[in-house]
T-cell receptor
Framework: GQNIDQPTEMTATEGAIVQINCTYQ??????LFWYQQHAGEAPTFLSY??LDGLEEKGRFSSFLSRSKGYSYLLLKELQMKDSASYLC??????????WGAGTKLIIKP | IAGITQAPTSQILAAGRRMTLRCTQD?????MYWYRQDLGLGLRLIHY???????GKGEVPDGYSVSRANTDDFPLTLASAVPSQTSVYFC??????????FGPGTRLTVL
């Protein structure tokens, strides 16, 4: 079967750095996405990795290792507005997205 | 304003009733999707459409049907609602291989 694993919940302090991990087992791989979802709102796109390595976009970076079936999202200089759920999704061999259950990130002052 | 709209925002429905959730996008995206999101679970694909006139089944299609008569609209119909279909429903669209854009969601409660 296909599986995406992420921690259910993480807590971090405002101004700090946090790393959210995602491991996957899917039938084929055509890219990995990270989305942010604030409570009661729709998911919004953060990043896309299809090749191994680090993609940096402002305070957010995403890393991919295809051989290990592993990705992480790194958030720097945390702000209170970063409190949200972070969803990892893999595009499988049918080009459909398989979604993890999401990691709820709580930012404390 | 470009984007995706969904209607209604929320709905309470008696079991056994028929219901259509509406989704419209104005970005001229070829692909559209319907997901349901339940607490503790990831987004699950119900149905999708890669282009106008075609549709496909996702992970959890039973009890749902869709149509794609044109590029902009992708309605989702529950023929006879059951309590297990209580969920938040998101419509999304994408331009080929790129990221998906989501509508604001419909919160559906079936009693």
């Amino acid at each position: 079967g296909q599986n995406i694993d992420q921690p259910t919940e993480m807590t971090a302090t405002e101004g700090a750095i946090v790393q959210i991990n995602c491991t996957y087992q899917t039938s084929g791989f055509n890219g990995l996405f990270w989305y942010q979802q604030h409570a009661g709102e729709a998911p919004t796109f953060l990043s896309y990795n299809v090749l191994d390595g680090l993609e940096e976009k402002g305070r957010f970076s995403s890393f991919l290792s295809r051989s290990k079936g592993y990705s992480y999202l790194l958030l720097k200089e945390l702000q209170m507005k970063d409190s949200a759920s972070y969803l990892c999704a893999v595009k499988d061999s049918n080009y459909q997205l398989i979604w993890g259950a999401g990691t709820k990130l709580i930012i404390k002052p | 304003i470009a984007g995706i709209t969904q209607a209604p925002t929320s709905q309470i429905l008696a079991a056994g009733r028929r219901m259509t959730l509406r989704c419209t996008q104005d970005m001229r995206h070829n692909a559209m999707y319907w997901y349901r999101q339940d607490l503790g679970l990831g987004l699950r694909l119900i149905h999708y459409s890669n282009t106008a006139g075609t549709t496909g089944k996702g992970e959890v299609p039973d009890g749902y049907s869709v149509s794609r008569a044109n590029t902009d609209d992708f309605p989702l119909t529950l023929a006879s609602a059951v309590p297990s279909q209580t969920s938040v429903y998101f419509c999304a669209s994408s331009d080929s291989e790129n990221e998906q854009f989501f509508g604001p969601g419909t919160r559906l409660t079936v009693l």
